[in-house]
């Protein structure tokens, strides 16, 4: 038998034998259990042989893949590094059992690459559990095999550079410990406060980083407390892996070694990090593609996206969609042909003032069933929509990222063609072709309006300010820039009547709110109006949803208030009045109450995934209107609405806009509906709706540069 095992082929075609038939114990078993032990039986029975080397369970690797393709079995990625992981454990071993000892010092060079070459898979997978304790409560992997090839190719290719640089594998893994460190760290405080990941765009947010300091309140201390022992156990966890690389420490001593693999890393992130038309949409279409229409998690939540393809792979993939990509079948001409067969509606609204409000986080709250009020919250929103016209909206957004929803309101594009986690406002208006981007702004000021808008936030959140010059704003203010704190709603109130009575031109005007926007907890106000009668929550969670009622009832106040103004006045004008997206309410253990609540989970999953959407748009005015019979829009075409129904000349893009409501009225990235109500999965559309959405994406891909 030993003479048999001495004999490196037969036991390679034995190990072979066995890769090919253990799989037909079923994919699970076999990838989370067999195939690791498998690898580490190996290793151990290599070095028994004396036959080993460093590369040895990438080797194996690279076998079972081939069989796993040829057999049409299925891996999980987290078996794949498990793998590789007891490889090099069994290589460690076998080094402790059958090392040679007038040969300890060659072997001690291999012990310490094996460690060395061990511990940044290791930092990484640490990381990967701090990521889904924190986020998922559990560390149930479900990992993606090709994002983890990516994955590996970008940790190792800036671990060697860090190698190189530093000349020592222990000083390299403590720099890669302190970067996972905050770089996870920070990603979960992002998720803490916005429901959503951090991303490489996200390097543009700190400008305007001083302008959210008002977000963080009391929650940063409930933050630090959800955060506290996760972390913990990650920086001992880290600094284990720090301590191991010091006592099994490299140094770097051939020049040679050194260039060659310096410079197989730099042209391996090179390659990834540089547009490359052709290796981006390979990598999109092959490793983060998505196309099941059920897989909607993904598509709706960059959480999910982190979960299935690592936090680093999500990143990265996130880095690729955010680039904008030529869609298929692209033809200037014919899209220029159907633009000037687009015919506007003769509208009867007459030229009025038209006064969109922006309201932070307008909801109804009242739709809950585990809480009931003393009052109804959006009482004039109610009683208004009687008179006026009552729109249901599907948002862009769940419980952040309004400047998306502001960039479809203002320009009539839709988010649907871009990646989930791209902000148009920072990453589309970047130079002066942006001057040329179609906006509603542009169409008033061709028409005689006076422009306004009038930003509750601050000029560099989303880089608003810049983007407003793009769209010829006439006038706009930054009121947190002006006063270094949030105003009320009242006090925007207050603006609004001004400017009626000061423009002597017809006058477009934006209000953005922010008296609606998070943080929520009960000692945000110190006299309330909204009190809770009845409640199946906790203390805790009432004064969240008391708070956030407050801020609502204020709005809505508001609302009621303004229009009792236009009543008395004799100029035209009407009033859009809508909510951007829903509230991200959010307990102190992370928790988002509308997540778990009966309200997002009736059973029916589109239903489900419609009401984390819906949002609602009002449009009434001081004088007779005729209203569309249309009771559905997205905020892309809330404005190209209103402006075909006033008696305004109009660039054919937004008589083109006007003419898909009757197709597809509404949609995000991941759910539509039609003119009647009913729902789709934006993946699996009608051919009839299918069609009009391919031509909105070509269309607006020609027009926004």
Known sequence: MKKLLKNNYIFSIVVLMLLTLLPLLGNNLFSMILCPILFLLICIGYGYLKKVK????????????????LF?????????LFSIIFGYVGLFISYKLYGKKDKKDKEDKRINALVSALIPLFIMLSSEVYYKICTFGNINFNISLSSLVITILIIYSIYAIITIVTRSTFRANVILSIIFLLLFLINQSRIFYTSDTLLVADINFLKGAAETVGFIDVTFINMLEFLFYPTIYLTLTLGYYCFLSKKYCLRCKSLKTDLLTSICAIVILSVLL?????????????VYASTDEKDYSIAISNTKYYDKYTVIGGMYGKYLESRRYEPSNYNEEELKEILQSSKKKDGNWDKPNVIAIFSESFWDIGQLDTVSFNTDIISNFHKLSVDGKLVNMISPVYGGFSGNTEFQILTGASMNYFSKGYVPYMQLYTNNNSYDNPSII???????????????????????DKVYEYMSVKQKRHLYNEFKSYVTD?????EIIKSLTETPDPLFMMAITMGGHMPYYKERYENYNVEIVESKNSVELDGIIQSYAEGIYKA???LGRLYDYIKTIDEKTIIVFFGDHLPHLQASDGTDILETSNYFNTGNELKDIYRRYNTQALIIGNYNMDYDDIDYLSPDLLMPYVLNNLNVELSPYYNFLYNTIDVIPSSNKVISMDKNGKLYYTLNLPEYM???NDTKERMQYMLFK
């Open 54 to 69: 460093c590369d040895l369970p990438f080797i194996l690797l690279i076998v079972l893949l081939v069989y796993f393709y």
């Open 72 to 80: 049409s079995f299925s891996i999980n990625g987290l078996s794949v």
């Open 274 to 286: 540089t547009p490359i038309n052709g290796l981006d949409k390979f990598l999109l279409n092959n």
């Open 442 to 464: 542009k169409e008033f000021n061709n028409n005689g309006y006076y422009t306004k808008i009038l930003n509750s936030s601050g000029k560099y959140m989303y880089n608003c």
């Open 490 to 494: 009242e006090y925007l109130t207050d």
């Open 556 to 558: 809505d106040e508001q």
């Open 690 to 692: 299918e069609k009009i």
